[in-house]
């Protein structure tokens, strides 16, 4: 089997992630799959950024959908970057130990 090929099998939907991962993490947001300018400035807002971060991330947003996928390497033409959840918190402050993490959260980092 080519590289080529072996690259393709192992791109999947988040859905059907072919090793199974999966996380039950009950989100207080979450941006759903999918990027876009919106999607982009909900972020921002959600970590209360100043306007010139929302602005530069919406410049860095609109450089990378320009952007043709690399011609080296190995074949990345079916990742569906639309396929993705590209912002979730699980939490409502950022915690300063382990212990104050939602047990479900810790629990991702912890699997093998």
Do not use: C
């Not at 190995?74 to 382990?98: C, G, H, N």
């Amino acid at each position: 089997m080519s590289e080529a090929n072996k690259n393709n099998e192992a791109i999947y939907s988040q859905d059907d992630y072919k090793y199974g991962f999966h996380d039950d993490v009950v989100s207080i947001i979450d941006t759903g799959k999918g990027l876009n300018e919106e999607i982009v400035r909900q972020i921002s807002a959600y970590k209360n950024e100043p306007e010139w971060m929302t602005e530069f991330r919406v410049k860095a947003f609109h450089a990378f959908e320009a952007m043709d996928m690399p011609k080296w390497g190995p074949d990345l033409s079916e990742i569906d970057f639309q396929d993705f959840t590209y912002y979730r918190k699980v939490s409502q402050d950022a915690e300063k130990s382990w212990d104050d993490v939602p047990e479900e959260a810790a629990e991702q980092e912890t699997d093998d």
